[in-house]
């Protein structure tokens, strides 16, 4: 062992390399959780060390940094949902994406009425547009959160996700995106469906644990601007 290696082991409960944690088994990824969980280090929602080893593992299912990802990603209804930038990162990773463009909608006094997105994936060009008036539709318009505090921004997010998922499912997986499933995940998912939350306990290893996995809009209202 370098002694980079045995530095970093002192620091925290598994071995370091180029800055990201080398987690070799269940164990490595249970002795991080509780040791980020113990140091508060993990976002606000990840409030057990259940939920950082569930982030963990999803993030290395989509092969990304175990902790530096967990800020882009949150369980709502024990759902690994991801959102912000994180779905046009993999997408843009998959090196598939020949041009992207995002544009607002505005009506003849230049009010932004909509947005639209515009993705290239070889020859296949695809666009989506969300208006306002869809806003209002689905019942998004003016809703307590980001819709409210960031109405500009989600029209473009509700948008590109919804490019995404249509162009380049093959790369996200059907991967709740927050944007465009968190209604849905909300709604449909409930605690008897709670397969997350099954898996928390029995990967710590506690049979009749009870963790709360609802984080709720409030967190993604907090953390989407």
């Given at each position: 062992?370098s002694?980079?290696?045995?530095?970093?082991a002192?620091?925290?409960?598994?071995?370091?390399?180029?800055g990201?944690?080398?987690?070799?088994?269940?164990?490595?990824?249970?002795?991080l959780?509780?040791?980020?969980?113990?140091?508060?280090?993990?976002?606000k929602?990840?409030?057990?060390?259940?939920?950082?080893?569930?982030?963990i593992?999803?993030?290395?299912?989509?092969?990304?940094?175990p902790l530096?990802?967990l800020?882009?990603?949150?369980i709502?209804?024990?759902?690994?949902n991801?959102?912000?930038?994180l779905?046009?990162?993999l997408?843009?990773r998959?090196?598939?994406?020949?041009d992207?463009?995002?544009?607002y909608?505005?009506?003849?006094?230049?009010n932004?009425i909509?947005?639209?997105?515009?993705?290239?994936?070889?020859?296949?060009?695809?666009?989506t547009?969300?208006?306002?008036?869809?806003a209002?539709?689905?019942?998004?318009?003016?809703?307590?959160g980001?819709?409210?505090q960031y109405p500009k921004?989600?029209?473009?997010?509700?948008?590109?996700?919804?490019n995404l998922?249509?162009?380049?499912?093959d790369?996200l997986?059907?991967?709740?995106?927050?944007?465009?499933d968190?209604?849905?995940?909300?709604?449909?998912?409930?605690?008897?469906q709670?397969t997350?939350?099954?898996l928390?306990?029995?990967?710590?290893?506690?049979?009749?644990?009870e963790?709360?996995?609802?984080?709720?809009?409030?967190?993604?209202?907090?953390?989407t601007?």
């Open positions: 062992m002694e980079e290696n045995k530095k970093s002192e620091i925290v409960p598994v071995l370091i390399e180029a990201v944690p080398i987690l070799k088994n269940t164990s490595d990824i249970v002795a959780a509780k040791w980020v969980n113990s140091m508060q280090m993990a976002p929602g990840f409030d057990s060390p259940q939920k950082v080893a569930l982030g593992m999803f993030a290395q299912s989509l092969g990304l940094h530096l990802s800020g882009q990603m949150f709502l209804n024990g759902v690994p991801i959102y912000g930038d779905p046009l990162s997408v843009r998959s090196g598939l994406l020949a992207f463009k995002e544009e909608l505005r009506d003849k006094d230049q932004i909509g947005a639209r997105c515009t993705s290239k994936r070889g020859e296949m060009v695809h666009t547009e969300f208006t306002i008036e869809d209002k539709t689905a019942g998004l318009w003016g809703k307590a980001p819709w409210k921004r989600m029209l473009k997010l509700r948008t590109r996700s919804e998922k249509d162009q380049f499912g790369i997986q059907g991967i709740p995106i927050m944007e465009y968190g209604d849905r995940v909300e709604k449909e998912v409930g605690p008897k709670n997350a939350g099954a928390e306990s029995e990967l710590m290893g506690e049979e009749n644990g963790h709360s996995n609802d984080i709720g809009q409030d967190l993604y209202h907090q953390k601007a």
